[in-house]
């Protein structure tokens, strides 16, 4: 891979630490420096602004504007939605003698940025050296409470240093905020009002008619003056600081959004302002202290270097996989059903927020297996959008449900009609995570009560989308783009095929169980689908006659004339040229037998106990050779199949690339934001890469590989009312129930029983 | 097909006649009457406006403005470029005792609209019913000068009928026109001037730099009031008309864009203002009458009907005929090096006056053999624009240049990049035409000093463009759309690869030709271009090397998996879903079988001779079913090789649909504009379909094949200073020299010599 990691913070084991100040690092670290509570998300910008480059973003999860698009061919979207930033709550402005503070153009030192992952912290401080020769040192710490999640914290601190200073301090709440890419703030009507101690503000958006309500109160011991601007509520404070002295100001902020707007929302907000009195920012603090502390002791992942040579690297592995499992879950943790993870999360506007069907092939397995009511509320997601994905299905002139490959609200939103019309791997994905999802969790309820219906309704999009080809009457998918975004229009995907023909089988499969064993929940589902028992036998039947391109030496092609493609040698493409997109001319991508990330090989992760090891391993011979990993999931999935492989070198080299994609900015472009859903694949690469978790067959499986820099690697892993915990060390893997009933697994292929007590597997079985 | 006739207009053997008015009909008739000098345009628009739905276009040809566009990804056009509505110089309102002329609301009778193709001109007459009962009977008569091309007249004719009339009768030239797709007027920083009896207006477009001059000259008798408004300079005149008595308004009209704008075009309207004033409208009409008179002398194509059961729809076809011929020549006929064919001319917005690959692909024949000078210009057209060719291909990642799918000045303006950057078929056509071109006249100055840099620079762009198979080591170009339109991005499309056999061939000889033959001018090209010979013969292994999807019994695969394809019955989509990109999802239109238009079956057209009847047999019985026609080119193709074929039915029925395209409105499209270069390929119908003309084989040949409906069918063509004239009949046809000195000819295969005396051929050979 042509990708390179920069080396910028500060390793650690818990923490991520900027010393001292890069102002073309600035956006990256703003992003590094993100933090989420699910509802809020604020990337790491200064609370002062400044001429520092930045993207302030400040955002809230499912708040969104809409914009119409030209007119164009149907089923082409004519309005797109985007994630826009919200309440701006951290907005301070502090002057001496003055002079305003700005680190984009004043001198400082002693700068230190520190993200702290047990308490889920950002804290800034730096000593200020005033033109005027004053000292100042200046603290910023702010969090997102975890459960209350429409507050927010900040707190600044002031010490004069070496002289007495006049110190102005504002403080605001600004719904004065521009979206980059249109550059253009969405915010309208606001109603504002600034009085002692306390700043209420509420907009609307122009289009899509959301009102958020931000609320603040502040602890200034000093006599404030409050003022308004067009969208902004300020206080203000004069005082001196005396030598020496050190004085902080607590910023209580409540943001708020409803769905009732108005009057409502306003009085809602007031109270909610009120409530949160109640509590001191150093309580709050405590108790986001606790759930973090909770939530380690269960998810920890813990590696061990296994010499003094591997230390350094294996300390940032470490500090790598503890920044995605904290990040994730800080994007998402079940908090909510209306919303859904966004490739960025709440760290960034490129992709403008949207969840792809990254959710369900990529991020579920975290949940499943850490937190198994968020997998659940991100399926409920997908099913409390099922009208959406029918009417998109129509607009396909198809039939059931077509889910979008891009989305806040369910609609599809992709404007790019050859990834909108031509991807149907979102709908065999959530075909997939309800089958996962229930296959993990045994949810049966879930099933008969949501599952069944989506699958239906996806069932019938793509008995409605399949065709038969004209000389192998065989059902295929015509003109699609597989996961391998560089290849469009094509017929018979292996990937789409294959995943049809499985959403299918399990439609049919389910809906047959569901009529003899629900028959009640059945009648009522078919009466309101209008579904009738042969439509349940055409699936069956187009899944029994479905092409899958597999040829003798179980080598299968990616889509129809795949092998016949020119050859391009990824090796021979300049570093310079990437990100392909930015560089090749658009059509020149999609030509060669370069892909972009896993297609095939997908499909050998997802169905894993489907397919022989010796299927696996000619397809990742020839196709791991091809891919140039444009998409920041393709390493994982590699490094998965190549522990199952035994190929270890190549799997932690994949590996490597997986944590610290955001931490060493490896596909540079973490300015725009992290890439959560790839952050979900770091976890998935250590549980089933390294670990050899297999849970896509009967009951739970492993077969672990310890790489050889590793002495040891531990974690633990929710199922079924039990924790699991694995320590693996190089010589033997040790498994035992820390909580629940026994379980039988297979091990390195082996049936076993895992109890309370310790057991150990030697490495290899 | 789903197609059908309107039957609108009378027919008559040299008018086209509307008796009463259809306002539901009025766009379409606009169309049919537009008038056009090459330069100028304009729809047959009422005069005095009103509220009648219109599409009140005046256009001149080669005046556009630009529009950015949204970035987009490398070698996606991130500007266009679109024809707009030029100065509005028929703008006339008549008021009669204070009421308003506007057919759209007012009594009228005896609506007659006449399109007179012996003169060119338009003229309009009625008798407006006012409200106070008074009876007016009024005459519009305009037309474009043939010769002083930036001339234009427009005489009203009012004539009081049963009463005394107050008239108020304004005249003016505006350049406040909206062009329709964007609601927009593009004009700007207006100068304008009005003084008794003269009008001048010049206006800036807002991106393109373009500057337009218009002047008028009013042949009032009353004394006028002027005025101007925001972007218009008007002359009013307030009189009786006594009972019985009748006056005429004569205008004549200049419009300039000569490129200099400012004061110097000013002053050159002024002049040329001036100089109009030399000439009269009657003595231009006069001249316009021996113009069209001159042209249908050598150029008129007769059909005779057989028998009185035929007569009225061969009337219809001979009037259909005429109107091709004089729409083509009224287009283009060589006027202008700068300028190209538009796909609907200047009769409207539609396809935003491009030029597409048509241009060589179709119109050539029809000026290779009426006016040599104009296919040349044509030509001229493509190696003026050569650099923006260059800059495209540039774009595209590739070498040489690439010809525009689109354009009006060179540069590519199609937006949608699934066109512009997938279909190769400009450049290929262009090769073609040059190769034709000289093939034909016999040019070889044309083909040292530009043809032959054009092949170079073409043949350079497809060395870099194709690609080997992986599997097959052939060469290809992959990732490409077809001429079937309805196929993108697809691998070894038949008529690409064939074409760029061809063209990298031709270039190859042509190249090495000249290297021989014109060394001095070879050098000076090898070292402008930095030719290599090894570039050269690079070009001939690539030819060599091309795939060429044949099989065994001459069927030719259109591209790679085309036979796999799904099946539609195109037969069985209801007629309500044409066209279908309105009623189809858009993807769902790319992954059947059906195609929109002649692809394998185009290049047996273009190189005929170059594939025996088999071939043509078994791909035209393959592909003719599969066949919908969504493009209007279409039909005419397909009516040319089934004459071929010996499939008169079909060819006659094909045929059918070319000649009136727009006469009958059968697209449902006229509204938009006329079918320019459809339009072209009527006259290739007949020419190559029913007289058998084939130019693309030593010399030129013909195979006659009469319609039985037919009795007669009598036409000429230009040939290297000859007239050929061609009279068919039922059981011979007569072939003789009208000018120009014995040409050696095959006729059914057999070769002989025509000379000035007529000789017979028996039908059928």
Redesign the interface.
């Known amino acids: 891979m042509a990708k390179k990691a920069d080396q910028y913070f500060r390793v650690d084991p818990w923490k991520v630490i900027e010393e001292g100040f890069d102002p073309a690092y600035a956006r990256v670290s703003e992003s590094v420096f993100s933090l989420a509570n699910e509802t809020l998300g604020v990337r790491g910008c200064f609370d002062e602004g400044g001429s520092v480059d930045s993207l302030r973003g400040a955002y809230m999860n499912g708040v969104y504007d809409i914009q119409a698009l030209p007119k164009?061919?149907?089923?082409?979207v004519d309005k797109t939605h985007f994630m826009i930033p919200a309440a701006e709550w951290l907005a301070t402005k502090i002057t001496a003698d003055g002079e305003t503070l700005d680190l984009g153009k004043a001198r400082f030192h002693s700068f230190l940025r520190v993200l702290d992952m047990q308490s889920g912290t950002l804290e800034r401080s730096f000593v200020w050296q005033t033109a005027g020769g004053k000292a100042i040192r200046i603290t910023f710490l702010r969090f997102l409470d975890r459960t209350a999640r429409e507050r927010a914290y900040q707190r600044v601190t002031l010490e004069a240093l070496n002289a007495p200073a006049d110190i102005c301090f504002a403080s605001g709440l600004s719904f004065d905020v521009m979206h980059e890419g249109y550059q253009k703030c969405f915010w309208q009507t606001p109603r504002l009002q600034a009085s002692d101690g306390m700043l209420m503000a509420q907009c609307e958006t122009a289009a899509s008619g959301q009102t958020v309500f931000a609320g603040a109160l502040l602890s200034l011991a000093y006599k404030t003056e409050a003022c308004t601007d067009e969208r902004g509520a300020y206080l203000c404070a004069r005082f001196t600081l005396e030598k020496g002295q050190k004085t902080s100001i607590d910023k209580r902020v409540v943001i708020l959004y409803d769905g009732t707007g108005g009057e409502t929302l306003w009085s809602h907000g007031l109270k909610a302002l009120q409530r949160s009195r109640e509590v001191s920012l150093d309580e709050a603090l405590n108790a986001q202290r606790a759930y973090w502390d909770a939530f380690w002791r269960t998810l920890d992942i813990k590696i061990d270097p296994s010499d003094e040579e591997t230390a350094e690297a294996v300390a940032a592995e470490q500090q790598g996989v503890r920044f995605c499992s904290f990040q994730l879950a800080q994007t998402y943790n079940g908090g909510s059903m209306r919303h859904n993870i966004g490739a960025k999360g709440l760290t960034g506007e490129a992709y403008n927020g949207h969840a792809f069907w990254d959710t369900e092939a990529c991020c579920l397995p975290f949940y499943l297996f850490t937190n198994p009511e968020a997998a659940k509320s991100l399926l409920m997601f997908r099913y409390n959008t099922l009208p959406q994905a029918r009417e998109r299905a129509k607009?396909?002139?198809c039939k059931g449900a077509c889910y979008p490959i891009a989305t806040l609200n369910g609609e599809e939103a992709c404007s790019l009609?050859q990834h909108a019309?031509?991807q149907l791997q979102p709908s065999t994905a959530v075909a997939y995570g309800i089958w996962h999802y229930v296959h993990v969790t045994g949810d049966e309820d879930f099933l008969w009560s949501m599952g069944a219906e989506m699958l239906l309704e996806i069932a019938r999009f793509l008995a409605s989308r399949v065709?038969?080809?004209?000389?192998?009457g065989k059902y295929g998918f015509?003109?699609v783009m597989g996961p391998d975004e560089f290849h469009?229009?094509?017929?018979n995907n292996a990937y789409t095929n294959y995943m049809g023909k499985r959403t299918l089988s399990l439609a049919a499969d389910t809906l047959t169980e569901m009529r003899s064993e629900k028959p009640q929940a059945y009648a009522l589902l078919a009466e309101k689908t209008n579904l009738s028992e042969d439509e349940i036998l055409s699936w069956a039947e187009i899944a029994d006659g479905m092409f899958v391109p597999m040829g003798e030496n179980g080598l299968i092609e990616q889509h129809?004339?795949y092998?016949?493609?020119?050859?391009t040698d990824i090796h021979s493409i300049p570093v310079s040229q990437f990100p392909l997109?930015?560089?090749?001319?658009?059509?020149?991508i999609?030509?060669?037998?370069m892909i972009k990330q896993p297609d095939v090989l997908m499909m050998l992760y997802l169905y894993n106990s489907s397919f022989s090891g010796d299927v696996k391993r000619v397809n990742y011979d020839f196709y791991e050779p091809r891919t140039i990993h444009e998409s920041s999931l393709s390493p994982a999935i590699h490094s998965i199949l190549a522990a199952e492989l035994g190929k270890m070198e190549e799997a932690v080299r994949f590996f490597g690339f997986a944590t610290r994609l955001d931490l060493d900015n490896y596909n540079r472009n973490t300015r725009e934001g992290l890439h959560i859903t790839s952050i979900a694949l770091a976890w998935v690469n250590i549980v089933y890469g390294f670990a050899g978790l297999r849970s896509d067959g009967e009951g739970l499986s492993f077969a672990p590989r310890l790489p050889e820099r590793w002495s040891r690697l531990s974690f633990s892993i929710l199922y079924r009312g039990r924790v699991i915990s694995v320590r693996m060390e190089t010589e033997k893997t040790a498994f035992a129930l820390a909580e629940g009933s026994d379980l039988p697994v297979r091990i390195y292929g082996r049936e076993c029983v895992l109890t309370g007590t310790e057991c150990f597997f030697p490495a290899g079985g």
């Open positions: 164009s061919y149907r089923g082409i607009m396909l002139d009609w019309s031509l065709e038969k080809g004209a000389e192998t015509f003109g469009m229009m094509v017929n129809d004339g092998f016949n493609l020119p050859h997109y930015d560089h090749w001319s658009y059509d020149r999609y030509r060669s037998d």
